[in-house]
């Protein structure tokens, strides 16, 4: 039998966390997690509450609320009161062991520090839940172990996600990646816009149980909450489309059997994602009419250049039209140097031109900034959004965005307002030619007078991407 996850309790909000914290501590004593598997709670909400509930300092503002109420509890335990009021015990299920003293007054009985595996997560809904209410489900899952063998995958093209207690029991296998992966045992997904469906899909309101059979690679599927539709099976390789006459809000998910049975730490180390860096690894000296000599350019050097770039540490870079070659001053000796391919310039190196085209050449730094990139999606203004500190002489408004749906691939997308070409590789792109421009590992291209480079950053020990870790700054 099917069991489909329902809201258990609910509480009739303000928008006030304390309230909720309050709410949901008392659930939490009733119901106290058993020790056996990740429970995961969702507090679920209707989507017009969202103003409400979708705040950056929501979760430290709850966490921080559940800390105090729990520390004051703690507090009336240790002075023999219990709870404040009597408190009347949920007969569906025993009491634990020493909960109610004599008076009916109600002691705490779990340990909230000691609950390493509750975590709490936000669902919004529009099924369950009307406006003005919070409601929980609960799923509980016993994770795979290492060493547990993976037959069969399922893949989400469209219109559904991964839900959490879902992607807890998968362990760290799947690494971002819109993939299910499923044991040697049979098994059975929930996939619906109930709160608490293993894929959460806000299209799909009847719900659907998908199964996986190993023992005849057999998939099969059924309306639990509307027998009236019709189910299906598909041998081997499952093509499942649901919703197909709304294009929008179609799903569809493929599944098959692995070419040969891997464990799930197998699948780990090979799904493994590694962080991303996107670093300054030059600057480059444009050509006249590209090139611009800014305002605040030292007399000596403007009075005799068509071209400056004031580099980091406030050296400069610029085209001597007496000399006709490009030169370099130290900070502060603004009369330079004339610059020969390969030579050192300080710390850095003088080199040819990637784009002859368009430079006279490119001075490559020894020690580059680096910006290490948050793991899994990003979207952000280069240079402004990624080196906050670093501006172009070329550039005004940032012209395009470093994009990424799944740290992963990467992408150069020019912003509406964009004037500026990239150089890539031995191609020019202007912002005039539609598409985007695919960057692969270790690709440099230019803009402005900036060479940047993406790279994987080899880490050693690696971090968990669950942590959402980044460096520089998260976007």
């Not at 939490?28 to 409400?52: E, F, K, M, W």
């Not at 991964?162 to 690494?175: C, F, K, P, T």
């Not at 299209?203 to 998939?219: C, F, I, P, Q, R």
């Not at 501006?391 to 395009?400: E, F, H, I, N, S």
Request: aromatic fraction near 10%; include cysteine.
């Amino acid at each position: 039998m099917i069991c489909w996850p329902q809201i258990e309790s609910v509480c009739h909000h303000d928008h006030d966390l304390r309230r909720v914290a309050e709410w949901l501590f008392d659930w939490l004593d009733r119901h106290p997690p058993s020790g056996i598997g990740d429970l995961t709670v969702y507090l679920c909400y209707h989507l017009n509450d969202q103003a409400a509930f979708l705040t950056a300092q929501r979760d430290e503002q709850l966490a921080a609320a559940l800390l105090e109420i729990y520390q004051q509890e703690k507090e009336w335990d240790g002075r023999g009161f219990g709870d404040l009021a009597p408190s009347f015990p949920d007969f569906r299920k025993p009491a634990p062991e020493k909960e109610w003293d004599e008076r009916g007054f109600r002691h705490l009985v779990f340990d909230l520090p000691a609950t390493g595996r509750l975590e709490l997560r936000w669902q919004p809904t529009e099924t369950e839940i009307p406006p003005g209410v919070i409601g929980i489900a609960r799923r509980a899952t016993i994770p795979l172990g290492r060493e547990e063998p993976i037959l069969a995958e399922l893949r989400i093209e469209q219109g559904a996600e991964i839900a959490r207690h879902l992607d807890r029991w998968q362990g760290e296998a799947r690494w971002r990646q819109p993939v299910v992966y499923l044991p040697h045992e049979p098994t059975t997904l929930l996939i619906g816009a109930t709160a608490g469906c293993d894929l959460y899909a806000p299209s799909l309101s009847d719900g659907v149980a998908l199964t996986y059979n190993k023992n005849n690679d057999e998939w099969s599927w059924e309306w639990p909450l509307a027998p009236w539709l019709e189910g299906g099976r598909s041998p081997a390789d499952l093509d499942l489309k649901l919703n197909v006459a709304d294009s929008s809000r179609a799903i569809r998910l493929l599944g098959g059997r692995l070419p040969q049975p891997r464990t799930l730490g197998q699948l780990e180390a090979a799904n493994r994602l590694e962080p991303s860096v996107l670093e300054i690894i030059g600057c480059a000296l444009p050509r006249a009419p590209y090139g611009v000599v800014p305002a605040d350019t030292p007399p000596q050097i403007a009075s005799v250049s068509d071209s400056a770039v004031r580099l980091p540490g406030n050296g400069w870079l610029y085209f001597d039209t007496r000399a006709h070659a490009p030169c370099f001053a130290h900070p502060g000796q603004p009369a330079g140097y004339r610059l020969i391919f390969g030579q050192p310039a300080g710390p850095d190196r003088w080199e040819k031109p990637s784009e002859p085209e368009y430079f006279h050449g490119e001075l490559i730094f020894k020690t580059p900034p680096i910006a290490e990139l948050a793991l899994g999606a990003i979207s952000g203004n280069v240079p402004d959004d990624i080196f906050i500190n670093h501006r172009d002489v070329l550039l005004g408004k940032p012209p395009l965005k470093l994009v990424s749906p799944d740290g992963r691939n990467y992408e150069l997308v020019f912003n509406p307002h964009a004037r500026h070409p990239v150089f890539k590789g031995a191609k020019r792109h202007d912002p005039s030619a539609p598409g985007s421009i695919m960057l692969d590992a270790q690709d440099r291209f230019i803009l402005g007078t900036t060479i940047y480079r993406l790279r994987r950053k080899k880490t050693e020990p690696y971090q968990s991407p669950l942590i959402e870790s980044a460096k520089g700054k998260v976007l």
